[in-house]
Structures are given as C-alpha cells and as structure tokens.
C-alpha cells in the first residue's frame, strides 16, 4: 500500500469508528428511552449545516493543492512517448534515469485507455486518462531504481487486462 | 385511485426484483471467476459486466424507487393523474424492454462495452460483437433512458397536482412549493393550509434534474447508433465522455433521492413521530437541484488532456461535490434524530431502514474520499470505488427498497407480512455478508487493484478468494427474501415468532451445507486438477520478460528460435527469428509482453488456435520470454 492509500485507510478507518459511536448510541436510545426535545433538535440542525460546512472547509484547503493538474517538467525533462492501442503500449524509450523528470506525452490510436505505473513489487505509482484525438501529458520523477510495470487502467475491451509494459528507471 | 397506484407500484417492485435476482447471480458469477472458481471467457466476463453493470443499477434500484414513489406520492394525497398515469405505465415498458435489450445485446449477442460504454468503444470491438449487437445494445440503454424522462415527466405532473395545496396555479411557482421553497420563503411560494410533505421534495428535485440529465444522453446514444452504421459520424471522445457523466452522476441520485423520500416517509411512521427537521433542510435541496448536475466531471478527476479546461472544470467540481454532501448531511441528522429516543420498535423494515442510514452514512464518507481529487488520484478505477458503490447501492439504497417492501408488504399485497423474524435474518445477514464482501474490494482497492479486470493480477488473487464464500452466501441469504415474499403474496399462514425462525434456520442451515461443499468441492478440485495454463504461465514468466528488458536476451537459445519459427513464423513477422507470416500481427509492431504472448498462445485469440495441447507450459514460458524480448529489434 502506497503513502497516500494508506493515509485514505487511516482517514476512513477514524471516521468509520466515529460513525459507529453514533448510530450505536442512537440504537441504543431507543431501547432506555429519555425525554427528547424534537423541536429544539429540529432548531439545532442549523448548527449542524454549520459544524458540516466547516469540516468540508478544511477538508477542502487541507487536499486542494495536492491536485495532480499543472505539473511541468522542466528543462532538463526527459520525454517519453506514449502510444496506447487495443491491447499494448508502444513506449519511444523503455529505460528512463532516477531522479530526473520525466515527462509522458500520451495518445490512443483507438479508444480510451488510462497510463497506470506499479512499482516492480506492485505498489501503485500514479496514473492519467488518455482519450483519443487529445495528448495528455503526465510528469513523474522516479525516486528509485528499477523495473516498473504500467498497466491499462481505463477498460478498453476483450484484451485489457493484459495490456501490459513495462519501464527501467535506472541510476 | 389508491387502488391503480397500489398495482402500479407492485408491477415495478415485482419486475425490479426478477431483475435483482438475475443480476446477482451474475455477479456471483464475476467474482467467482476473478477467484478463479469457475474461469469464464474473458469476452463473456466483460459481457456479464455490461449487463450486471446497468440491469443492476437501472433496472433493479432504478426501478423499484421509482416505483415506490408513486405509492408514497398517494400516501401523502398527491394522486397520480391522467397524463401522470399515462407516463407511469409507458415507463414500466420501456424500462422492461430496454433490460431486455440489453440482456440479449450483452449476453446472447456479445456486446462487451462496459456499462459505459465509453465512447468510441463500441465500435471497436476487436472482433468480439457486430453491429446489430451495437445497435441493439445502444437503442436498448436509449428506452432506459427515456423510460426515466417519462418516469420524471409522471412525477412533475403528479407534485403539482391539487395535493400540493399551492395557492398560485402558475407551474414554476407550484414546482418551487414541491421543491420545499414554501419552507424558505413563505409569502411568494404560499400554500394553503399546510407546508408541502417533506417527501415530496426530493422526489421533484431528481425528476427536474433526470431531464436535464438524460436529454444530452439521449443524443449521444442517437449519434452513436447512426455512427454504427455510418462511421465516418463522428464526434468528440472528450465530450462524449463529460456527456455520459453528465447523466452518470445525476443517474446515482435517481436511486438515492426517492430512497430519501422511503426514509422520509417510513422513518417519521416508525418513530412515531415527525420528521424532527428545521427549515434549514430546505436550503439543503436547493443546493441538491443545483449541483447534482454540476458535479459529473468528478468521475474524470484524471482525464486532463493538454489545451483542454477539463482541468479547471475538474478542479471546481471538488468543491461543488462537496457541497452536494450537505443534502446528505442534513438528512441524516433528521432522520436520526427522529429515532433518537423514539418508540422505534426493531421489526425486519425499521432494522432495514436504520441499518441503511447507517451504510449511507459510511458509505457516502467513502465517497467523499472519491470526490477528493488528492485521494482519486490513488483509488482513481480500482475496486475500492466498486467497493464504493456496491455498499452504497445494496446496503443504502437497496435497504430503503427491502424495507419498504417489508413495510408496504400489507397494504400493497392485502396481506400480512409471511414471518417478520426470516426479514430480521435476512437484512442483518445481507448486512454482515454485505460489508464483507465490500470491504474486500476496498482493501484490495487501496493496494491498487484495478476495477474491470476480468483477471486480476496474481498478487490479488488470494483476497478474491477470501471473498468467495461471504459473496456466496450473501447472494443465498437472499432466498429468505424471496420465501417470504412468495408467501406472503400467497397469503400463506402468518407463523408465529419461534416456527418461523426455525424455519429460517433450517433455510440457512441448507445455505451454510451448500456453501461447505462448495468450498470443500473447490479445494478438491484446485488440487486434483490440471494446473490453469492461463494465470500460472502468466506469473512464471514475470522474471524472465523482467530480466530481459531493454537488452537483447542471451538466454534464448536456438532451440526456442527453432521452435518459434516452426509454430509461429507461418503467421507472425519477427525480424530475429526471420520469419515473415502475415496472417496474424507483426510481433515487431506489437512487441507484446511476455504475459501477454503466453496468455495469447495458450488460449488462442480470433482466428489463431489454442497451444494449449500442442505446446507444453515450458515451451509456452520459453516462447513468451524469447518473442517478448526480441521483437522489434
């Protein structure tokens, strides 16, 4: 599991926990009844919108610059195209350097496919959508050397999960 | 009236059942074969998906709360009138013709482009389906698309009927009253005597954004079906994909808006109170008929192509999404706190009821993970969003179906509910058996699994596996569902509380013995048979095609050159062994990976013949590992 999914893992973990808190005690409410004020909790909800709208704030300004969009590699870049057809890759090199940019430019011949890059040990690396008649460009810097496998992420038809490649980032 | 809206709604709980049950075994079936229980042809797995995918989705969830809004409209005194009627009897049919189109485009007729159908890809097939499958398919999902126009045009015409009690009779001002705008500003939306049921609002809502979803759609699919058999028609692959999810988003909420108003109707009974709900829920649906169609471009976080503004567009949808959470939000507060400390009494459809907030509640968390576009970039097309859905679609949406069925069971079937302890059994097992089986996608998901695989990589298989049993079982606990609704509908003799939970245990004490020979069976067999050529000759020659990258491979001796050239050069081009066939592709051209030459020769393709027999699994890996690493040198 990658950094990222395992933080969604630990994110969704808590506010799974936190929601079983909730509907535990809401059962149980109804088993040792109290009295109960419909109209004051009725009142409340509008704290409530408020409570929400902040959450989703934080959420919002805590993930928004982590956007993949925008990206540019830079001068020194090294440029890999991309070809994508029912079912294969045809890659212009198939041995990129560590540490250094790397900039994808990507097409299909045919229909939509989608760039997924595994590392050898099968740990997700990142991905991008490729539509036909458009170039998408993706930039990654591979941090380690080695073999990694890229794989059809987009469903492309009778061969698409075998639509595989693979790339040597070495030092 | 109540009477037509009463047979109404039965006819649509009844075909969206049939429907329900058909596209659970095949889904069963799916998971089974990426388990490697019961391999299915790859082209009749993605077959199966296609179909699974939209009788599923439209014709099993789609159409019972479609249904279920008719009868609830007649509960609140909104009858359905002439046209409404009208409307509501077109819809059935067009919606049974459609799932059936799509059934026999998909299964009889190979159509295999994914409940999605993302265009351009029903026209290229890779010899799999013909036109008149893509013209069948296309026009099917076309009547299922409009049997939700007409099912949206029957609920404008029946909300703003005389049970709204609007005072004005302009139509726009009737609609704002059933869209809740009474609640918000009382003088310009008046209504006399009473504030329009809360029920009716997010019923009005979807059927206002269904139309504006669906009609784009529509001329998609008429483009597509002339391109057909026209194919020099063509248009944009970017447009048609921010198209289809322009009706794929606002398409989630035609199930779980009517599923709101099921809670909002049956919740407030069972609590025996009303729905504890502050004006402010109003503005909640205002901001729901807005962006619900505003949002579609989330499914595509990671289509940006260059000089487009999809990445802009993308980016604004984060914020949007997260604004069309308050709806849920605010609802969930509602309907929680009128059970809380409430007379709710734990019978099979207030236990399907709670159980379902509370899916909705953690199911929809998960989603918001979806709608963040730092967190889709990873679980961006891999199971954990089939995860997702599945959780939301059975456990939320799915709930609100069983327990209205459950709770309507009497006053739409004249009789009384068969055993309301084999209902009990059978949500908390479909709960328990549910989360299970979902979970497991979404685990597998966040270890980058991809989704629409019909075979997974090999380093998933073991959770596949894992899963099968409780998918099985979920998948037979349904029959305690259906025992009960056969007998009530045949008026069979209510069974007090002890005989019927016998009778239910007896029912999975069966379920448990099946599943047990399964397994036993599957073990069995995985041991005694011959080893699957597919997957294991996959996975051995991983190494070899790994080492070999980028260099010219030393390893491939002369007697595999021998062997290419005489089983695969009559047809296949390769330079370093110097044969020139021209039947099948140019190895050179493809230069495939090894996995995929191995998986090739094994199984055969379209007109090349299985090796299976002719070659053996050392001779498959050696082959694999010489073409992939010398074509194109």
Not at chain 2, 61 to 76: D, P, S
Not at chain 2, 502 to 523: D, H, N, R, S
Not at chain 2, 527 to 555: E, I, N
Request: proline share 4%.
């Amino acid at each position: 599991m990658g950094g990222t999914a395992t933080l969604i893992a630990v994110f969704y973990g808590v506010v799974v926990l936190i929601s079983i808190g909730v509907v535990v005690a809401v059962a149980a409410s109804t088993i040792s009844r109290g009295p109960m004020d419909a109209v004051k909790a009725a009142h409340r909800e509008r704290n409530w919108l408020f409570i929400v709208i902040a959450l989703l704030v934080v959420l919002l300004f805590g993930t928004i610059f982590f956007i993949p969009y925008g990206k540019t590699a830079g001068r020194n870049a090294q440029v890999v195209h991309v070809t994508a057809f029912q079912f294969g890759w045809l890659l212009s090199q198939k041995t990129v350097r560590e540490n250094v940019p790397v900039e994808f430019v990507l097409h299909s011949q045919d229909v939509s496919h989608d760039f997924g890059v595994y590392n050898a040990k099968g740990v997700y690396q990142f991905q991008v959508g490729i539509v036909p008649d458009y170039t998408q460009k993706v930039v990654h810097t591979f941090k380690t050397p080695g073999r990694y496998d890229i794989l059809c992420l987009e469903y492309c038809g009778l061969d698409h999960d075998s639509m595989q490649a693979s790339l040597e980032v070495v030092p | 009236m109540r009477d037509t809206a009463r047979r109404l709604t039965l006819q649509y709980v009844v075909a969206s059942t049939i429907i329900l049950l058909a596209a659970g075994v095949m889904g069963v079936i799916m998971r089974d074969s990426q388990a490697n229980v019961g391999r299915l042809g790859t082209n009749t797995w993605y077959a199966l998906m296609t179909a699974h995918g939209l009788g599923a989705f439209l014709g099993w969830a789609g159409f019972a709360v479609m249904g279920f809004a008719f009868w609830i409209l007649q509960e609140v005194g909104f009858e359905l009138r002439r046209f409404g009627l009208l409307m509501a009897r077109l819809t059935w049919w067009l919606m049974v013709v459609g799932v059936g189109g799509i059934l026999v485009s998909t299964i009889v007729m190979h159509f295999a482009g994914s409940w999605v159908f993302l265009y351009p890809i029903p026209f290229h097939s890779a010899g799999q389906w013909g036109k008149w499958a893509t013209a069948i398919f296309l026009s099917s999902v076309l009547l299922a698309g409009l049997s939700i126009v007409t099912w949206c045009l029957s609920i404008v015409d029946t909300v703003i009927g005389p049970g709204l009690h609007a005072v004005s009779t302009n139509i726009f001002n009737r609609l704002g009253v059933a869209m809740g705008f009474g609640y918000l500003w009382p003088k310009r939306f008046a209504t006399n005597p009473e504030q329009v049921p809360y029920v009716v609002i997010p019923l009005t809502v979807i059927a206002i954004d269904m139309v504006i979803a669906t009609l784009p759609l529509a001329v998609l699919l008429v483009e597509m079906i002339i391109e057909t058999f026209a194919p020099s028609v063509h248009v944009s692959a970017l447009l048609a994909k921010n198209v289809l999810w322009w009706f794929g988003h606002p398409v989630v909420y035609l199930l779980l808006f009517p599923a709101v108003a099921i809670y909002y109707y049956i919740v407030p009974k069972l609590a025996n109170r009303k729905l504890v709900a502050g004006n402010v829920i109003a503005i909640a649906w205002v901001i729901a008929v807005i962006a619900n169609v505003l949002v579609f471009a989330h499914h595509i976080y990671l289509d940006y192509p260059a000089g487009t503004a999809q990445a802009t567009i993308n980016t604004a949808m984060q914020p949007i999404t997260f604004a069309l959470t308050i709806p849920s939000a605010l609802s969930l507060y509602s309907l929680f706190f009128t059970i809380y400390r409430s007379d709710w009494k734990w019978t099979g459809a207030s236990t399907a009821l709670f159980l379902g907030l509370v899916s909705w509640l953690t199911a929809g968390l998960s989603g918001v993970v979806n709608a963040t576009i730092a967190f889709d970039v990873v679980v961006h097309n891999t199971l954990w969003v089939v995860g997702h859905f599945h959780h939301m679609a059975l456990l939320n949406i799915g709930f609100a179906i069983f327990g209205a069925i459950y709770y309507f069971a009497p006053e739409l079937t004249g009789k009384a509910l068969y055993s309301d302890a084999m209902a009990k059994w059978h949500i908390w097992l479909t709960f328990v058996f549910g989360l299970i089986s979902f979970g497991l996608w979404m685990v597998q998901g966040l270890e980058g699994a991809p989704r629409r695989y019909a075979v997974l990589p090999h380093r998933y298989l073991s959770l596949s596996q894992a899963a099968v049993p409780f998918v099985i079982a979920l998948a037979l606990t349904q029959l305690l569902f259906v025992y009960n609704i056969v007998q009530t509908m045949r008026g069979a003799e209510k069974k007090p509380r002890a005989v019927a939970t016998a009778e239910a245990m007896f029912l999975l004490a069966a379920i448990a013995a099946a599943i047990g020979v399964g397994v036993i069976g599957f073990f069995l067999g995985r041991d005694t048979a011959p080893k699957k050529s597919g997957g294991t000759a996959a996975s051995t020659v991983t190494t070899p095609a790994a080492t070999s990258t980028g260099a010219t491979t030393t390893s491939a001796t002369d007697a595999t050159k021998a062997l290419f050239v005489q089983s695969c050069g009559t047809c296949h081009t390769l330079k370093a062994a110097g044969t020139s066939g021209a039947v099948g592709p140019n190895l050179d051209d493809l230069k495939p990976s090894a996995a995929r030459v191995a998986k090739q020769v094994t199984n055969g393709g379209k007109i090349m013949p299985s090796f299976k027999g002719t070659l053996t699994p050392a001779q498959i890996t050696a082959i694999s590992a010489y073409v992939s690493s010398n074509a194109g040198k």
